[in-house]
């Protein structure tokens, strides 16, 4: 059971480039998330989705895409780094009633 | 909108009992949660409160619930080094599907 795995573990864009980082669970849950993490700030909600086809912006969107094929994956696409997405990011799913959140290992991802 | 908070900081002596406090706002939430984060690791949930709840326990971990003044605190029995981390209160509303709402973190400290 590998639960949700996000690849890469870490990245280093220079800004302006794009790049999706990849978040797959194989747990059949319906809702999907990515947070992004930084220090003294905790975790803030990016994107969501409650299921393929359906995704909705969270706190902080600006920057990010996604979308929601299917069931399993969530991919954040990032269209033109910034340093200020210089963050690490979780992606996280669960079933439909909300509970036990599980997230993935998180990818670093430093712009430059 | 909702709002989760946490002190950020909290040392006690190994061997005694640790008792991490966290308010929130939103009063249709659902479910409570904590998470541990431990150095350049993801999070990992150690346990969880339904809203209907007032205590729960786990072994060495202890949550009690204040629905009246939206507060939750995890108790540690007898402090170990390796509860060393950061702790995340964060709370899921209504279906859970937009996502968690997180405090900052509240980093343990450890004492021999």
């Known amino acids: 059971n590998a639960g949700v795995t996000q690849t890469p573990k870490f990245q280093v864009l220079k800004t302006g480039q794009s790049m999706t980082l990849q978040c797959a669970q194989d747990?059949?849950?319906?809702?999907m998330s990515w947070y992004r993490q930084d220090p003294g700030m905790g975790l803030r909600l990016i994107h969501y989705?409650?299921?393929?086809?359906?995704?909705d912006q969270g706190e902080v969107p600006n920057g990010y895409n996604v979308s929601r094929s299917t069931t399993e994956d969530f991919p954040l696409r990032l269209l033109s780094a910034a340093p200020s997405q210089t963050s690490v990011y979780f992606c996280?799913?669960?079933?439909?009633?909300?509970?036990?959140?599980?997230f993935g290992s998180g990818t670093r991802l430093t712009v430059v | 909108g909702e709002d989760v908070e946490q002190s950020l900081f909290l040392s006690v002596r190994e061997g005694d009992s640790s008792v991490i406090n966290c308010t929130y706002t939103?009063?249709?939430?659902?479910?409570l949660y904590w998470y541990k984060q431990e150095p350049g690791a993801g999070l990992q949930l150690l346990t969880y409160?339904?809203?209907?709840?007032d205590m729960k326990q786990d072994q060495r971990l202890t949550v009690l619930l204040n629905k009246k003044d939206k507060h939750l605190s995890l108790r540690i029995a007898d402090t170990q080094t390796g509860d060393s981390a950061i702790y995340f209160c964060?709370?899921?509303?209504?279906?859970?599907?937009?996502?968690?709402?997180f405090g900052k973190g509240t980093h343990l400290i450890i004492q021999p």
């Open positions: 996280a799913s669960s079933t439909d009633s909300g509970y036990g959140y599980t």
């Open positions: 747990m059949n849950h319906e809702y």
């Open positions: 989705s409650v299921g393929a086809g359906i995704t």
């Open positions: 939103d009063s249709s939430s659902t479910y």
């Open positions: 409160i339904f809203s209907n709840m």
């Open positions: 964060a709370e899921v509303s209504g279906g859970g599907a937009d996502g968690l709402t």
